[in-house]
């Protein structure tokens, strides 16, 4: 034997009676020795308490599916008991983490590549709390002491090690979520799959999840979780699966995530991916919610949207996470359902200063005008009572006096337009269409235009309340114009051959936080004019005004009688409207109506005057009134006064003021006149 075969085979028997001696040492010696320098260790680095409280050992394992000589190489197995990972110190005093046992196996020769290889990982009895405080410390941000984290976060990214997590295997792992700044306290469960469940079983067909990846390209969901507790106030449970560590390791992954989650009366339902979900750059999924009112969303995503019925809509989410300071959410092309009408369209919402902000665009097809009832606390207490609610409305009042919580107004900005292409609605309101741009700054709403289609005319309207201020205070101006009087009374044959209109102007302006307290101080100018009419029982019974039915039998019976002009201008100082000018000039008979309109306390107290024309006489000799309340109005005849003659006609004499304000409303073509036209000049002039 050459003296090169005998350094050669002494070479070899010193190596293996080396890992021979290293494997004894391993399996025999008493790893316990190292816990108190282990945990020292970890502790400094981590900056928080780090202990191994049980048994820490080291064995060899021989894998099972290696061949040729790395089948030879055992790889070791660390068990370690009873480990604890804590807290910072005044954030709580429950660890971050806990293990009952953990189990690693290192895979030693891809060491040599610069490869940390651990072929599997085994947890079990796993505790975990995440703790935030009201000023954002918490419980899972670590300090590693560096000066600067960009510099360190480079350094690590720069490192040519990596590591290769193979399979990992857990019991049911424990968390408790408990946050001060979202009120959140939550109890949760993540438990790994028995079998992997396709990212297809559970998307829809149509669905664009995952972004450029193709569908085929993102991993099957492996671990299931389930939670309940509380959010913001209110109750919550949610159930859901995430993906695997292999989506984790690639860089730019689609990371599958599906939710079903409750909170309250609110379900959100979502199935799509996280793109790179370890440092997240996107979002994309299919997202479903519904509830018994939209605006219950502004407790459970900070989103403030108006009160509505029932609701449920779908759609697909899109967010761009790469700029955190900007981020942008995009809920596209959903549809779905409010109360009984149906709603389209695009919305984007944008985190900035001062204040986050909604952008875009809703369509109704066919809206239910019943269902904007709850924008403007308008619905009955049945209707509240059916979603939940307890109602504010007294059985006696009719204008609402539910609060507008205005303090959600400054919770964002705004700026969407809606569009109701058909309405449904009750015999007794020809509404075609609405239309409105909504724009909310720092508290304030400014709805302008507000576009209501009404009989072949339009009521145009801008409305401004400012809830920036205590009370709030509000402005309404609105113009009515061309109001078709055959499309207003659509059932009354000989109203179809009238070419009668009306039209109106009304700019009121008033504080407080409700419909009923701005109206009860309210300040302003109503004035409306009907020209080319008819009036009778059977037309007061088709609208339903049992007051007018009754004061329209007192003064003509049964007949029809038709209206030449009726026009009024009513002043409102403080809630009390009260008319400068209100008659009604009828084929027989002018009729004055004076008296006050109490917005603050819904009375009434008007008085009605009626004076015959030509040789028709009255036989009512003395006025009618109408007294009471908004909701109980109590029409009847004042028989301790009498009418005098000519006191209409005298009244006329001394109103060319308020006449000329309501000439600016007659606007037939340039070769028309109407009745009203003649009318009103007449008595401008004295004639």
Same mark, same amino acid.
């Given at each position: 034997?050459?003296?090169?075969?005998? @350094?050669?085979?002494?070479?070899?028997?010193?190596?293996?009676?080396?890992?021979?001696?290293?494997?004894?040492?391993?399996?025999?010696?008493?790893?316990?020795?190292?816990?108190?320098?282990?945990?020292?260790?970890?502790?400094?680095?981590?900056?928080?308490? #780090?202990?191994?409280?049980?048994?820490?050992?080291?064995?060899?394992?021989?894998?099972?599916?290696?061949?040729?000589?790395?089948?030879?190489?055992?790889?070791?197995?660390?068990?370690?008991?009873?480990?604890?990972?804590?807290?910072?110190?005044?954030?709580?005093? &429950?660890?971050?983490?806990?293990?009952?046992?953990?189990?690693?196996?290192?895979?030693? $020769?891809?060491?040599?590549?610069?490869?940390?290889?651990?072929?599997?990982?085994?947890?079990?009895?796993?505790?975990?709390?995440? &703790?935030?405080?009201?000023?954002?410390?918490?419980?899972?941000?670590?300090? !590693? %002491?560096?000066?600067?984290?960009? *510099?360190?976060?480079?350094?690590?990214?720069?490192?040519?090690?990596?590591?290769?997590?193979?399979?990992?295997?857990?019991?049911?792992?424990? !968390?408790?979520?408990?946050?001060?700044?979202?009120?959140?306290?939550?109890?949760?469960?993540?438990?790994?799959? /028995?079998?992997?469940?396709?990212?297809?079983?559970?998307?829809?067909?149509?669905?664009?999840?995952?972004?450029?990846?193709?569908?085929?390209? $993102?991993?099957?969901?492996?671990?299931?979780?389930?939670?309940?507790?509380?959010?913001?106030?209110?109750?919550?449970?949610?159930?859901?699966?995430?993906?695997?560590?292999?989506?984790?390791?690639?860089?730019?992954?689609?990371?599958?995530?599906?939710?079903?989650?409750?909170?309250?009366?609110?379900?959100? &339902?979502?199935? /799509?991916?996280?793109?790179?979900?370890?440092?997240?750059?996107?979002?994309?999924?299919?997202?479903?919610?519904?509830?018994?009112?939209? %605006?219950? !969303?502004?407790?459970?995503?900070?989103?403030?949207?108006?009160?509505?019925?029932?609701?449920?809509?779908?759609?697909?989410?899109?967010?761009?996470?790469?700029?955190?300071? *900007?981020?942008?959410?995009?809920?596209?092309? #959903?549809?779905?359902?409010? %109360?009984?009408?149906?709603?389209?369209?695009?919305?984007?919402?944008?985190?900035?200063?001062?204040?986050?902000?909604?952008?875009?665009?809703?369509?109704?097809?066919?809206?239910?005008?019943?269902?904007?009832?709850?924008?403007?606390?308008?619905?009955?207490?049945?209707?509240?009572?059916? =979603?939940?609610?307890?109602?504010?409305?007294?059985?006696?009042?009719?204008?609402?006096?539910?609060?507008?919580?205005?303090?959600?107004?400054?919770?964002?900005?705004?700026?969407?337009?809606?569009?109701?292409?058909?309405?449904?609605?009750?015999?007794?309101?020809?509404?075609?269409?609405?239309?409105?741009?909504?724009?909310?700054?720092?508290?304030?709403?400014?709805?302008?235009?507000?576009?209501?289609?009404?009989?072949?005319?339009?009521?145009?309207?801008?409305?401004?309340?400012?809830?920036?201020?205590?009370?709030?205070?509000?402005?309404?101006?609105?113009?009515?114009?061309?109001?078709?009087?055959?499309?207003?009374?659509?059932?009354?044959?000989?109203?179809?051959?009238?070419?009668?209109?009306?039209?109106?102007?009304?700019?009121?302006?008033?504080?407080?936080?409700? @419909?009923?307290?701005?109206?009860?101080?309210?300040? %302003?100018?109503?004035?409306?004019?009907?020209?080319?009419?008819?009036?009778?029982?059977?037309?007061?019974?088709?609208?339903?005004?049992?007051?007018?039915?009754?004061?329209?039998?007192?003064?003509?019976?049964?007949?029809?009688?038709? $209206?030449?002009?009726?026009?009024?201008?009513?002043?409102?100082?403080?809630?009390?409207?009260?008319?400068?000018?209100?008659? $009604?000039?009828?084929?027989?008979?002018?009729?004055?109506?004076?008296?006050?309109?109490?917005?603050?306390?819904?009375?009434?107290?008007?008085?009605?005057?009626?004076?015959?024309?030509?040789?028709?006489? #009255?036989?009512?000799?003395?006025?009618?009134? @109408? =007294?009471?309340?908004?909701?109980?109005?109590?029409?009847?005849?004042?028989?301790?006064?009498?009418?005098?003659?000519? &006191?209409?006609?005298? #009244? !006329?004499? *001394?109103?060319?003021?308020?006449?000329?304000?309501?000439?600016?409303?007659?606007?037939?073509?340039?070769?028309?006149?109407?009745?009203?036209?003649?009318?009103?000049?007449?008595?401008?002039? /004295?004639?």
């Amino acid at each position: 034997m050459t003296l090169g075969k005998k @350094v050669g085979l002494w070479v070899l028997v010193i190596l293996l009676l080396v890992l021979v001696a290293l494997v004894i040492i391993v399996a025999t010696f008493d790893w316990n020795y190292f816990k108190p320098t282990i945990n020292e260790r970890v502790s400094q680095t981590l900056n928080r308490p #780090f202990a191994i409280e049980g048994d820490l050992d080291v064995s060899w394992q021989w894998p099972n599916d290696q061949s040729g000589w790395h089948g030879w190489i055992p790889w070791p197995h660390l068990h370690a008991e009873d480990i604890h990972l804590g807290s910072p110190e005044g954030v709580t005093d &429950a660890d971050l983490a806990s293990l009952a046992a953990l189990d690693v196996v290192l895979s030693p $020769i891809p060491l040599f590549e610069h490869e940390v290889s651990i072929p599997s990982i085994s947890l079990s009895g796993g505790e975990a709390t995440l &703790a935030r405080l009201e000023d954002g410390s918490n419980n899972w941000t670590f300090d !590693l %002491g560096s000066e600067n984290p960009d *510099t360190q976060a480079a350094d690590s990214s720069d490192s040519d090690w990596t590591v290769n997590i193979g399979s990992i295997d857990f019991e049911p792992i424990s !968390l408790h979520y408990d946050d001060a700044m979202l009120a959140a306290d939550v109890d949760a469960t993540l438990t790994l799959l /028995g079998k992997p469940i396709a990212f297809s079983e559970l998307n829809a067909e149509d669905s664009a999840a995952g972004g450029s990846a193709a569908e085929e390209d $993102i991993v099957d969901y492996r671990f299931g979780w389930q939670a309940k507790g509380n959010y913001r106030g209110q109750s919550f449970q949610g159930n859901g699966r995430l993906g695997g560590l292999e989506a984790l390791r690639q860089r730019d992954a689609a990371y599958p995530v599906q939710a079903d989650v409750q909170a309250g009366a609110t379900k959100v &339902a979502l199935n /799509g991916t996280l793109r790179d979900p370890l440092a997240p750059k996107a979002i994309d999924m299919d997202l479903s919610f519904s509830g018994q009112n939209l %605006g219950d !969303l502004y407790r459970v995503i900070g989103v403030t949207l108006p009160d509505t019925p029932p609701y449920s809509t779908n759609g697909h989410l899109t967010a761009d996470l790469t700029d955190r300071e *900007t981020l942008t959410f995009r809920y596209r092309d #959903f549809n779905g359902q409010v %109360g009984d009408s149906d709603i389209h369209g695009d919305l984007t919402y944008r985190m900035g200063e001062p204040r986050p902000s909604l952008t875009g665009e809703v369509v109704s097809r066919q809206l239910r005008f019943a269902d904007l009832a709850p924008l403007i606390g308008a619905d009955s207490n049945t209707e509240k009572a059916e =979603r939940g609610e307890t109602s504010q409305q007294p059985e006696d009042k009719v204008l609402p006096v539910e609060t507008f919580d205005t303090e959600q107004w400054k919770a964002m900005d705004a700026d969407v337009k809606f569009t109701a292409q058909r309405i449904e609605h009750g015999e007794s309101l020809p509404l075609e269409d609405i239309y409105t741009h909504v724009r909310l700054d720092d508290g304030e709403i400014l709805l302008d235009p507000l576009r209501f289609g009404v009989a072949d005319g339009n009521l145009n309207t801008t409305l401004r309340l400012d809830g920036s201020q205590d009370p709030m205070q509000s402005r309404v101006d609105m113009h009515i114009r061309r109001l078709s009087l055959s499309k207003l009374f659509p059932d009354v044959e000989l109203m179809q051959n009238s070419h009668g209109e009306l039209n109106g102007d009304a700019s009121l302006s008033g504080t407080g936080n409700s @419909v009923a307290a701005i109206l009860g101080s309210s300040n %302003g100018n109503l004035r409306i004019l009907v020209s080319d009419g008819l009036i009778s029982q059977n037309l007061m019974e088709l609208a339903g005004l049992n007051v007018g039915n009754y004061l329209v039998g007192q003064l003509f019976g049964d007949e029809q009688v038709r $209206i030449n002009c009726a026009a009024t201008d009513l002043e409102v100082n403080d809630g009390l409207a009260r008319p400068r000018f209100f008659i $009604i000039d009828t084929e027989n008979a002018l009729v004055k109506i004076d008296g006050t309109v109490n917005f603050a306390n819904e009375a009434l107290d008007l008085t009605i005057e009626p004076e015959s024309k030509g040789p028709r006489v #009255f036989t009512l000799r003395s006025p009618l009134y @109408v =007294r009471g309340t908004f909701k109980n109005p109590s029409p009847g005849v004042d028989a301790e006064s009498l009418i005098a003659r000519g &006191a209409v006609s005298a #009244f !006329l004499g *001394t109103v060319a003021t308020p006449v000329a304000a309501l000439l600016a409303l007659v606007s037939p073509s340039a070769d028309e006149t109407t009745p009203c036209n003649d009318f009103l000049s007449q008595i401008q002039t /004295g004639e």
